[in-house]
């Protein structure tokens, strides 16, 4: 926690609370992804493309909060984040376990650090 901290990973709620301690959404965990993309410097590989191009196949995108919007879209468009079924981004969903792992392998392995 205090590494992702010291790198701008995670900086707490807007409350100012921290809570360690919660889970967080699929919609939390595709922001920390995306600033991660920021420090591995796979982002800037990204072509530039509009917020909403990456996210037209899924049909609850319009469920993904203001703040989180570009941070998704970059995880998708850099292949780290998909779709649970195929379609859907479950962004309100509580992110699991596995799905972290996946992430996490992806990110390291699009950014090739793996």
Do not use: H
Request: net charge negative.
């Amino acid at each position: 926690m205090n590494t992702a901290y010291a790198f701008d990973l995670i900086n707490g709620f807007e409350d100012g609370t921290f809570r360690p301690m919660d889970t967080i959404t699929r919609e939390q965990a595709a922001t920390i992804i995306a600033k991660a993309m920021t420090i591995t410097g796979l982002k800037t590989k990204l072509a530039i493309k509009a917020t909403e191009d990456p996210l037209r196949p899924f049909r609850d995108a319009t469920d993904v909060l203001t703040w989180a919007l570009s941070s998704i879209a970059d995880s998708v468009q850099a292949g780290i984040v998909s779709g649970r079924n195929g379609a859907e981004l479950a962004p309100k969903a509580l992110i699991t376990r596995a799905e972290v792992a996946a992430i996490i392998q992806r990110l390291l392995q699009e950014s090739e650090l793996i």
